[in-house]
């Protein structure tokens, strides 16, 4: 039979501060265990909280770019539960009045998937099993955390895997999180179950925790819901419980659950104050938001002419769009520098890793001041593709690879005596192309680019020499 | 009357003594009376030597700090870097912080002398010390009497001459009432007055750390020098006091509007009634004015403190689970046993039953009956107070409905004890500041305590009335014989 998908997703993103959200200590990746603690973040008796404000306005500014509105009061609640990965007992956390509501994330269909809330808590630290014993390390313990919660209004797996690289683009663009999945700094919690076209009413749910990558979050969901359906189809209901997604056979199977029936008892840690945040505030945050890369999509296309497709990849990555911008702004032409990036540059990124970090050793301007020679045909594509190249590998500017001398385009007259120099110099060559090896052109192509320092239009050259040759 | 702090800073300024011969006057007094009264249950007197040899430095060089070279001692619960800090509970035996307290760190940094750490009710739950982990303190005025608590340590300590002053946190009463029950001077700030970093909480919304001294102007003194607001306590204030309050304490109490409210004298000990109101007759002699006021929710105060305290308790003590510090059971199976046995046999039983009872009233299910609906009541609470300020300038009320109990008392039930800090959790769920001081003694010879209510960061107002009625009443219960003598 079939089934409509109805999924939410819940997001927990590791804000990039450099410090934890309750005491000073730097939120770095890594370290010897337990070298990143204090007595706050370890929860020593007698300690107290203090919020760090950096984390309210990191959550404010992925609220404004998710169009969520901002609640201007809020207050932290604490969460209880007892694991030895949370040193309190409790986890600070938002429960009634998270710092954000009610916004959206655009699909490519135009279709929204609405944001419930947004909130700001602490992370846990980390259980390692060894030899037969459990250790904890707590340098994790209290980096600041955002969850984001969707609506259920994904209806499909590629829905879904959209709405978490949307997020997780949009994120990385405001500069709030690396969103690693792979090393924890974005995990996402599918909440999904099935119900009959045009039923109202929901079904069942499952949710299946910690997914690691964008293609596990589609298939995950792919998965879970034919295992829905099997059940359905055979009569049978949904249990409602954790799942765990397997991603080496692609299976869904349930959690060994903590506790029975969890009761957080949440109520409002009475160690942070209720806070306020001024309108004024919001509207400075929203000022320093940048473009974002749907919109920067969309001015690529209609403003500067770009095909949808380099348009793309361009605005993907904020420091990609950053520079290809700060060309343009140095005076290269649109089409010419899109190209060079999309060519070339990406041409040495294999990974999407490379092209968001975009660590390149030229600066736009010197990215420009090459484009332009294009440009102005002062060289053509394939000497300025080469030239960027040694640039990119040397970090040096154009000028250490193209001498002014080389610049003074060749003139008819001269690529004339050139193409004659070439056919005296090769007869043989001459002699197979008139008998209809054509390939042999190449040798004289050879020739003239070597003297003129790859230089000469190849066009010209070989409309010339066809006629010298008398073809 | 017995050398206060100023004299004695007066001494050590003149060099008639230096702060390591007066230490050495209280380790021995505390050798003497201390295994008798349990007032200190750690005692530093290493840490404390070094610290009055010092003290003598900082006072050779001049300019020393009002503090310096003073003997004193802190309630257990108030953490400090490298010494014994166990809430005087089995759980937290053998824990040492590697931090101060900011107060302690204040003081540190004035010179003073500590003498050890002072018994308490396991985490600062009781009204008699009773459920320390190492015995209960014994009242220095009759020692088959309690001290009063949970601050009872730190009121022995002071009443004995086992200390100059101390320090006390305020729960619901914990300061002011061992106070009453040994008579001395015990002053629970306003929330926020003074920092509560290092302060290892009980109910974070209304603990509140306070000295205990042998007259107004040395609470006044010590105020002056932990107050303040605190980076590390976002629920500090950095309040602007003015002049030091123990400089501003000559007042008299001409036109002064003092408040009494009936409800608090309802099912008062008729010994105790009949001393505040002769208290009430002496200011009224010298030119105060006494209002009559309301005061209807007094009588709900009581559920709705132990309802918050409660619930804030069983979250703060989550955290004993026997696996970062204190103490961890012997055998176990599981991470989950372990935590269950750690704390089955770390807690006692009043500590469980408050937790157990914080853990109710914020179930779901009960969370609106209970704590939700206290948290509203004590918005109620707070309008009544400011109703109360709007017509007074403070409020007279007894500290405790009783003197100090028989060691080993036990009431019909937990709740009959828990009747007993009627008088003075209000001022907490307020927040607002209060001072118990002695105003005489019941025909045992226990003493009485007198509590004057202020409003918020009003704390000169309450000493001053205070120090006014010290000074005017002249000595009210005779003071403590032995301990030391300087």
């Known amino acids: 039979m079939n089934y409509e998908i109805v999924c939410g997703i819940e997001t927990h993103i590791e804000l990039a501060t450099k410090t934890k959200i309750f005491c000073g200590c730097t939120t770095e990746f890594g370290g010897e265990p337990n070298t990143h603690c204090c007595p706050v973040c370890t929860g020593q008796p007698g300690s107290l909280p203090i919020l760090n404000q950096k984390v309210v306005e990191y ?63 602490e992370d846990a630290g980390k259980l390692v099993h060894e030899n037969g014993y459990t250790y904890i390390d707590y340098n994790r313990s209290g980096v600041p955390l955002i969850e984001i919660v969707s609506e259920p209004d994904i209806s499909s797996a590629e829905e879904a895997k959209e709405y978490a690289e949307k997020l997780q683009l949009t994120m990385r663009y405001i500069g709030i999180s690396d969103c690693k999945m792979q090393e924890g700094s974005m995990r996402c919690d599918v909440n999904l179950s ?49 799942m765990r997604y397997d991603e080496t056979t692609n299976t869904v199977t349930p959690m060994r659950d903590k506790e029975n029936s969890e009761d957080y008892r949440y109520f409002p840690d009475p160690d942070i104050l209720r806070f ?50 700060g060309a343009l702004a140095e005076g290269a032409s649109v089409k010419n520098a899109a190209n060079l990036i999309v060519g070339t540059i990406f041409s040495n990124m294999d990974t999407e890793e490379e092209k968001e970090l975009f660590g390149i050793k030229i600066s736009p301007a010197q990215f420009a001041a090459l484009v332009k020679l294009a440009d102005e045909k002062k060289i053509n594509i394939g000497v300025a593709q080469s030239t960027l190249q040694k640039m990119l590998e040397s970090g040096k500017s154009v000028e250490e690879f193209i001498k002014p001398e080389d610049l003074v385009g060749i003139s008819d007259e001269e690529l004339e005596s050139l193409c004659k120099e070439a056919i005296d110099a090769n007869p043989k060559a001459v002699a197979d192309v008139r008998s209809g090896k054509d390939k042999a052109i190449n040798v004289m192509f050879g020739y003239i680019m070597k003297k003129t320092g790859g230089k000469a239009d190849i066009r010209k050259a070989e409309a010339l020499l066809r006629k010298l040759i008398g073809q | 009357m017995r050398a206060g702090i100023a004299e004695l800073a007066e001494k050590l300024r003149n060099r008639e003594i230096s702060a390591v011969e007066l230490t050495k006057v209280y380790i021995k007094a505390i050798e003497e009376l201390n295994p008798t009264l349990n007032a200190y249950v750690h005692l530093t007197f290493d840490t404390a030597l070094k610290a009055a040899e010092q003290a003598d430095q900082m006072l050779k060089e001049g300019d020393a700090p009002p503090l310096c070279g003073i003997p004193m001692a802190l ?207 002496l200011f009224e002699k010298n030119g105060a004015k006494i209002e009559n006021i309301r005061f209807p929710a007094l009588k709900i105060a009581l559920p709705v403190y132990y309802i918050i305290a409660c619930a804030e308790a069983s979250s703060n003590l989550g955290r004993y689970d026997g696996i970062r510090y204190g103490y961890r059971t012997s055998s176990y199976t599981s991470i989950d046993d372990m935590i269950v046995k750690t704390r089955s046999e770390g807690f006692g039983d009043e500590v469980k039953r408050r937790i157990m009872l914080g853990t109710y009233v914020l179930s779901s299910g009960y969370y609106d009956a209970y704590y939700k609906k206290a948290c509203l009541i004590r918005e109620e609470i707070n309008r009544e107070f400011d109703a109360v300020f709007e017509k007074c300038d403070v409020l007279v009320a007894p500290t405790a409905p009783n003197t100090a109990f028989p060691l080993n008392y036990r009431g019909a039930s937990p709740v009959e004890m828990y009747l007993s800090d009627i008088c003075t959790v209000p001022v907490n769920i307020a927040g607002v500041p209060a001072i118990s001081i002695p105003c005489g003694a019941d025909a045992k010879g226990l003493p009485i305590g007198m509590q004057i209510i202020g409003k918020r960061f009003d704390e000169a107002t309450v000493l001053q009335a205070a120090h006014f009625y010290e000074q005017c009443a002249g000595e009210v219960i005779g003071a403590y014989e032995g301990g030391a003598r300087v």
């Open chain 1, 194 to 242: 099935l119900r009959k076209p045009g039923d109202p009413n929901f079904g069942v749910r499952t949710e299946i925790k910690n997914i690691n990558s964008l293609s596990f979050i589609q298939k995950a969901v792919m998965a879970e819901a034919e295992r829905q359906a099997d059940i359905l189809d055979a009569g049978g209901t949904v249990v409602q419980q954790t």
């Open chain 2, 75 to 281: 309630k257990d619960n108030i953490c400090t870097d490298g010494l014994p800090t166990t809430c005087c509970s089995k759980i937290l035996k053998g824990f040492k912080p590697y931090y101060d307290a900011t107060v302690w760190e204040k003081l540190k940094k004035q010179g003073a002398v500590l003498l050890g750490k002072t018994n308490m009710d396991e985490f600062a739950m009781g009204s008699t010390s009773e459920t320390s982990c190492y015995g209960a303190p014994l009242n220095p005025r009759n020692t088959d009497y309690v001290t009063g608590g949970s601050s009872g340590g730190s009121a022995a300590a002071v009443c004995a001459n086992l200390a100059v002053y101390s320090l006390g946190s305020d729960t619901g009463g914990s300061i002011r009432q061992p106070a009453s029950f040994c008579g001395v001077v015990g002053l629970k700030p306003t929330y926020g007055a003074v920092s509560r970093y290092g302060l290892i909480a009980y109910g974070s919304s209304l603990d509140q750390i306070g000295p205990l001294t042998n007259s107004v102007k040395d609470a006044a003194i010590v105020f002056d020098a932990i107050k303040g607001g605190d980076k590390r306590d976002q629920t500090s204030v950095d309040y602007d006091y003015g002049a030091p309050l123990a400089e501003c304490l000559d007042r008299d109490v001409k036109g002064m509007r003092i408040g009494v409210a009936e409800e608090f004298f309802d099912g008062i000990n008729p010994e105790i009634k009949s001393k505040i109101e002769e208290a009430l007759n």
């Open chain 1, 276 to 325: 306020c945040i001024d309108e004024e505030k919001v509207e400075e945050i929203r000022a320093s938001l940048p473009e974002l890369p749907f919109a920067k999509l969309r001015r690529y296309v209609n403003e500067l002419g770009l095909p949808e497709a380099t348009a793309k990849q361009l605005s993907r990555y904020r420091r990609v769009a950053e520079f290809f911008e």
């Open chain 1, 59 to 121: 959550a404010i500014k992925a609220g404004l770019a998710l169009n969520c509105k901002i609640n201007t009061k809020s207050h932290m609640d604490r969460k209880n539960y007892v694991y030895p990965d949370l040193p309190k007992a409790y986890q600070i956390s938002q429960y009634d009045e998270p710092l954000c509501e009610k916004g959206y994330i655009e699909l490519d269909s135009g279709k929204r998937i609405g944001i419930t809330r947004i909130h700001i808590e």
